[in-house]
């Protein structure tokens, strides 16, 4: 295991010539300007290279130690000076070429952060608006990719009515409501850090490998007194309600960016968080998953 030991030219099975003898991944990142149009970080390649003036998201082969979310930040890094620290990941999507796959991180940051060519690889470095990608000259495995990556460019918030979601399980909760939400934000916890793989069809986007959302968990009531999780990361926000549970379900679905997916069987606060504009699934999807 060394350095760029992912260097070298494969074929995959589709007899297709590929640079990544592991693999390859990019990261695509996406920020709001001042105007608040959403624009995406693209390098243009070097003219000397493999498809030479293209425009893509910066990326490169995949090291035999690395995880792809790993060798997409470096490549950014390495290619873009874009610092890791300035990007949050919350999803990652396939392109599998039988035997080679590459796999696009996608990640957001709250501006368009500083970027510029670094490497012989990279021409120029640009935040280039959303509405203007399909104009370039882009490369063949982006452009084949960009119509499914423009729908999932925004992070997904998933917001839980821990109560809910809580009684819809029968596992003696109503004896020591506090202890029964601890377990239940442990479990969602383990879950944040994981990632799913698969959403309700009630979220409009195309599938992709795995998704990393934040995850909002609202507790009211006795639940109230439950301890935050110990290996709780940043993925996952614990809110105690001051009043009502879900009239602060309802304000975080209707404040929050992005895709937003509210977990709860309540038709009144469904019909709340629908009308903001979040899409709706039941506690049975979540709980599935734990």
């Known amino acids: 295991m060394t350095a760029h030991d992912g260097n070298g030219w494969v074929r995959c099975g589709l007899g297709h010539r590929h640079w990544g003898r592991h693999g390859a991944a990019g990261l695509l990142v996406a920020a ?12 243009q390649r070097s003219w000397w290279g493999s498809h030479g003036g293209a425009w893509g ?12 979310l790993h060798a997409a930040l470096r490549e950014a890094k390495e290619e873009c000076a874009l610092d890791p620290a300035t990007v949050a990941v919350h999803g990652v999507l396939t392109d599998d070429h039988g035997g080679w796959m590459y796999r696009t991180v996608l990640a957001s940051a709250p501006v368009p952060v500083t970027a510029f060519a670094v490497s ?25 990719q960009w119509a499914a990556l423009r729908e999932v460019l925004m992070p997904l918030t998933v ?20 202890g029964a939400a601890a377990r239940l934000l442990g479990q969602i916890a383990e879950l944040a850090g994981q990632g799913v793989t ?28 439950a301890a935050d999780p110990q ?33 709860t069987a309540d038709r009144e606060l469904r019909a709340r968080c629908e009308a903001a504009g979040a899409a709706v699934t039941g506690p049975r999807w979540l709980l599935d998953l734990l």
């Open 32 to 43: 709001p300007d001042q105007a608040g149009r959403h624009r995406v970080l693209l390098q």
């Open 57 to 68: 998201p910066p990326g490169g082969a995949r090291d035999s130690h690395e995880t792809d």
């Open 120 to 144: 012989e690889e990279t021409k120029q470095v640009a935040w280039v608006p959303v509405d203007d990608v399909a104009s370039l000259r882009l490369h063949p495995g982006f452009a084949g």
């Open 159 to 178: 917001i839980v009515d821990l109560a809910n979601v809580m009684g819809s399980r029968p596992d003696g909760w109503w004896r020591d409501r506090a």
């Open 198 to 225: 698969s959403l309700p069809d009630a979220v409009p986007v195309p599938a992709i490998e795995r998704w990393l959302p934040q995850f909002v968990v609202v507790l009211e009531g006795a639940s109230k007194a």
């Open 231 to 263: 290996h709780a990361g940043k993925r996952l926000l614990v809110v105690r309600a001051s009043g009502s549970g879900d009239d602060q379900i309802a304000a975080i679905a209707a404040q929050t960016a992005g895709q937003r997916l509210v977990v």
